[in-house]
């Protein structure tokens, strides 16, 4: 808590003390739980601001368990890759096309298990790219970061 927040609380309790015109155990029990909402809110402060001119975005990567289990808390672990630009697509022999994700890398992050990333970026168009932890899954999804925005975007499971 900071000098600033620890005065604001002991005037918050002075005055709760001179209202109440004694201590009780009510009185104290109240100064207990503001002094720990202070505490709790203390390191509530703006989490991730976003750098000037950039965007930001946040998202897991989804647990691949084949069939979608959509009470499934949490995230996987895993690397994700940040690519700028789009995906296109190239037509293949067997009459199909693939997908060609663009090659300019501009961060990458290791997240754990139910953890989220979070990148600043350049407003623009973005692939995530996910690489499963102790497997070789790779997963992707384009996104679009806005300017002073949050962008939230998971990457979706790719066996389902």
Not at 5 to 15: A, D, G, N, P
Not at 61 to 88: D, M, N, Q, W, Y
Not at 136 to 154: E, G, Y
């Amino acid at each position: 808590m900071s000098k600033r927040q620890t005065r604001i609380t002991v005037l918050i309790m002075r005055e709760l003390m001179a209202r109440m015109g004694k201590v009780t155990a009510s009185t104290l029990g109240g100064i207990a739980v503001l002094t720990g909402l202070m505490i709790v809110l203390s390191g509530c402060s703006a989490a991730h601001p976003i750098p000037r001119g950039d965007g930001q975005v946040v998202g897991g990567i989804a647990a691949c368990v084949g069939a979608p289990e959509l009470h499934r808390p949490g995230f996987v672990a895993g690397t994700v890759l940040v690519l700028r630009g789009t995906v296109s697509e190239t037509p293949t022999q067997a009459n199909g096309n693939v997908a060609v994700l663009p090659t300019d890398q501009v961060a990458s992050h290791y997240v754990s298990k139910l953890r989220e990333y979070r990148f600043d970026l350049k407003p623009g168009r973005y692939v995530l790219v996910a690489h499963y932890a102790k497997s070789n899954v790779v997963s992707w999804v384009p996104t679009v970061i806005r300017q002073a925005k949050v962008t939230k975007q998971s990457i979706p499971s790719p066996c389902i």
